[in-house]
Every structure is written in C-alpha cells, then in structure tokens.
C-alpha cells in the first residue's frame, strides 16, 4: 500500500478487533485514503461504503472494496501486469515534470511511468482492469519514490528506494462487494443508508491531502495540468473546491458535528489524535446522541516524514523536525451493550 499521512497502519490490529466484535454486517469509512481500514472491514465479511475526496482514493477504493475477486478472472489480471511491466519507458509529462524540473522519481523509473500509464488508458479504459491496473501502478511508483512520504518536497539526494527498477504488482482483489464514493463526506452523509458501524478518520490539520498527493492526483486524473512553486503542485490547488473543511480549524469542529448529526450509523468509531483542535469534552459533547460514548488512548511513534523534514529544489530543508511521539485515540459511541462487547473485544 502507499505511504499515506494519517494512515491507520498501526491502530488497524485495534480497529480490526473492536469491529469483530462489534458483528457488524455493513460498514462506512468516510475518509477512506488507502483504504486500509476498509479492507479491514470487508475482510470480517461486511459489505462496505468507503468515501474520500481524492481521486488515488477512489481508485484504490474501486480495486479493494468495490470489486469483487470471487467474480472475475484474476488471470486476465496478471496477464494484463505482465503486459504493461513490459512495456519500454517514453519521456512524457511525468517525466519532464516530476523527474527533471523536480527529482521526485528518478527519470528511468518517469519514463515508464508515461508509458505504462499511457497504456492503461488506451488499451484499458472501460474494462475491469482499469481500476486495478492504476492501483498497481501507484503503488508501484511509491516504491520507488525520492521523498519523506509527501509530495510537497522531495529528497536532497536520491533515496535508496529511487533507483530501484519500478514494477507493478498483481493487486490482491478481496472477495464481496462494496461500493466507491468519491465524494465530499458531508454532502453524502445524510443520503447513505443506516449501517451497523460507522468509521470516520477526518484530516486533524491544515495540511490538505489534495497538496501533499497532488502527484497521485495527476497520475490518476491524467490531464497533464499547469503547476507552480518547487514541488510542481497543480495549478488547481489553490481552488477552494479542492480545500477541506475539516483542514481548518475554524471550520472542522461544525463540520464534524454536522456529520455525527448525519450519518446513520448504530455505532461509531472515530480516530483522533493530540494535535487535532478538538477537546475530549467537544468529542464526547458531539456524540452525545448516543447511549455511551468511551475514548480510549495509545501512544504511537510518529510519522517518519515529520521526524526528518523535507528538502524542496534548492536542497533546503522544509518544515522542522516534529515531536516524536504520537497519541491517537478512538471515541467508541453506540448502545451500552454495544460498547461492552467491543470493549470486552480489546480485553
Ligand atoms: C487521516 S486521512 C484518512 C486515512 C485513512 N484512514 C487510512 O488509513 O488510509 C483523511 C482522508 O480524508 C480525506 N478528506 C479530506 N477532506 C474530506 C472531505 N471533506 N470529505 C471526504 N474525504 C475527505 C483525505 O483525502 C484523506 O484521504
């Protein structure tokens, strides 16, 4: 999977034992990002809705939640990656943008990139393989990527990883279906039906996913677009459609009641950690319709990439080095008895 700010990597062992017990048969994650926590869901055999804005999100989202393997010819599959890893390198946008103007690729791995990507929709829009293809090709292209693990600078010198040779991966497709929303939290929140267990993992700073993945939004939207500033960002950045209203922290508090106060959902679980702008009073307050609400804490080492900053083109660092530890928390609320049994499923 791709490295991904805010993923759920090392609370998904937690998530995956309060949702088991929990038996939910149907489940919401509505800031899906890499879809980790989704998969987690659609593993324990419930049907799944995952949500985010960002179009590397939905294609992951239709690859791992929405397709469903018991249903297809997983040796069309492999036969199409075997296809596109031999595919020759040819200097394109990607190449020019993002491996010779800005050293987030190395040009060899650019170039094949262009290429592939090319490929995919030429020979693949349309067909079942699309969304799986890209999905490989992105996470292929994170191997061997020259940064911290966001894209608002990259490496001084090269990364190990970078002159590795890329290589697409055989995606490995869940069985059961589930659907893709790619779509803004709060406009669909009222119109989805009622679920067992609702998942929400909100951005918890000023930080927009849509800058710091803007090469993944490229990659997938393919629309070679003007960009600006050392790290080749899209010009359509700095559009207000593409802001959060959960990255500001004027806006987020209202933003997340109004969703709480939306969704149906008979339990919630939501992640949070220390440096978001919410007290456990106004958590605990926003759950407050339901019967029991619990937060419960763990201590996790921090993301690498805020440890050892960024370097932007001139080889300067950007951004400090941050604390190293990092408490994330989970707000259960359901049904007392709810609760218990999930709590009971920690133990
Ligand atoms: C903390 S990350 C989620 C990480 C995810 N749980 C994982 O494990 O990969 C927050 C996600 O919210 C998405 N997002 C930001 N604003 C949103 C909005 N208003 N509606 C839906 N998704 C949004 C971002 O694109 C990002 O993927």
């Known amino acids: 999977m791709i490295k991904y700010l805010g993923s ?48 590397y999100s939905e ?20 036969s199409a990656i075997e296809n596109l890893n031999a595919v020759p390198g040819r200097k394109g946008y990607f190449t020019t943008t993002f491996c010779e103007q800005a050293r987030f690729f190395h040009p060899k791995n650019g170039q094949r990139v262009d290429a592939i990507r090319e490929a995919i929709e030429i020979d693949y829009k349309g067909s079942w393989l699309y969304f799986p293809l890209l999905a490989s090709l992105l996470i292929a292209a994170d191997k061997v990527d020259s940064t911290t693990g966001v894209q608002m600078a990259y490496l001084k010198t090269w990364s190990r990883r970078s002159a590795l040779e890329l290589e697409l991966k055989i995606p490995e497709l ?75 922290k004027l806006t987020m508090p209202k933003a997340l009641e109004k969703l709480i106060s939306r969704l149906r959902a008979k339990t919630l679980v939501l992640s949070y950690n220390n440096e978001s702008w919410l007290s456990r009073k106004e958590l605990t307050d926003m759950c407050s319709r339901y019967e029991r609400v619990e937060i419960l804490d763990f201590d996790f080492k921090r993301y690498v990439g805020s440890q050892i900053g960024g370097y932007n083109q001139s080889g300067e660092l950007v951004g400090r080095p941050g604390a190293k530890r990092n408490l994330e928390h989970i707000v259960l609320a359901g049904s007392g008895p709810s609760i218990e049994i999930m709590l009971a499923g920690l133990k």
């Open 8 to 55: 759920k990597r090392a609370l998904l062992p937690t998530l995956e034992r309060i949702f088991a017990a929990s038996g939910a048969q149907s489940g919401l994650d509505l800031f899906t990002g890499t879809t980790r926590v989704a998969m987690t869901m659609k593993q324990l055999g419930m049907h799944v809705t995952a949500v985010d804005t960002a179009s």
């Open 59 to 78: 294609v992951l989202a239709k690859t791992y939640i929405e397709l469903d393997a018991s249903t297809r010819d997983l040796t069309e599959l492999s």
């Open 174 to 248: 869940l069985p059961g279906d589930g659907l893709s929303l790619r779509a803004e939290a709060n406009e669909v929140a009222g119109n989805l039906p009622e679920v067992d267990i609702a998942y929400l993992d909100p951005p918890y700073n000023q930080h927009r996913y849509f800058g710091n993945y803007h090469i993944w939004e490229t990659l997938v939207r393919w629309d070679s677009p003007e960009y600006y500033g050392v790290a080749n960002k899209r010009i359509d950045n700095r559009d207000p459609v593409n802001k959060s209203e959960f990255n500001s």
